[in-house]
């Protein structure tokens, strides 16, 4: 059973940063990244990286997010830069393996307020 253990969630002021990580259990890891939901909105992507170290980004959030992976550690980041009240979701790891298919983390808050 795949596993995805999220951390690095919080509360920061407009224009600030936070980091977020995700640790899976289960290795070859395809695609991993983040995919967001505000309130009242549909899950979407936020930012994803292949085992090719090829990154896809919303446009929304694209020149201040900045994705990338460890594979020795099994591990993704999401350094979140200039952060928005618009950006305030949950934030969901995501990953998708040859044998396990998609799977999800249980989710971190962020919520960027003044």
């Known amino acids: 059973q795949v596993q995805l253990v999220e951390s690095g969630g919080g509360t920061v002021q407009p224009g600030g940063s936070l980091n977020l990580s995700c640790t899976g259990n289960?290795?070859?890891?395809?695609?991993f990244g983040w995919y967001r939901q505000a309130p009242g909105k549909e899950r979407e992507l936020a930012a994803v990286?292949?085992?090719?170290?090829?990154?896809t980004y919303s446009e929304a959030v694209k020149g201040r997010f900045t994705i990338s992976r460890d594979n020795a550690k099994n591990t993704v980041y999401l350094q979140m830069n200039n952060l928005q009240v618009a950006d305030t979701a949950v934030y969901y790891c995501?990953?998708?393996?040859?044998?396990?298919?998609?799977?999800w983390g249980q989710g971190t808050q962020v919520t960027v307020s003044s």
């Open positions: 995501y990953a998708r393996l040859a044998l396990y298919g998609e799977n």
């Open positions: 289960i290795y070859s890891i395809f695609d």
């Open positions: 990286i292949n085992t090719h170290n090829f990154a």
